[in-house]
């Protein structure tokens, strides 16, 4: 359920400027990349790589792109 969170593993995270971009793999084995703004003042952006995450979205705010764009 995506209100709850899929569970995965942060793989890669690369920072461009004012955003990062993490590549998470689901406790499935799926691949999921995702984007947000960059906040180095948010006490909760302290991912490394390794940890156990869980990603969310605000409903209909999601843009789903072929593998290969």
Same mark, same amino acid.
């Given at each position: 359920?995506?209100?709850?969170?899929?569970?995965?593993?942060?793989?890669?995270? !690369?920072?461009?400027?004012?955003?990062?971009?993490?590549?998470?793999?689901?406790?499935?084995?799926?691949?999921?990349?995702? !984007?947000?703004?960059?906040?180095?003042?948010?006490?909760?952006?302290?991912?490394?790589?390794?940890?156990?995450?869980?990603? %969310?979205?605000?409903?209909d %705010?999601?843009?789903?792109?072929?593998?290969?764009?």
């Amino acid at each position: 359920d995506a209100e709850q969170g899929l569970p995965g593993t942060l793989v890669e995270r !690369n920072y461009k400027g004012s955003t990062v971009d993490a590549l998470i793999r689901l406790d499935d084995g799926q691949d999921v990349l995702a !984007n947000r703004f960059f906040d180095a003042d948010d006490p909760e952006f302290d991912y490394r790589l390794g940890d156990t995450v869980k990603i %969310s979205w605000v409903k209909d %705010s999601e843009w789903l792109l072929p593998a290969d764009a």
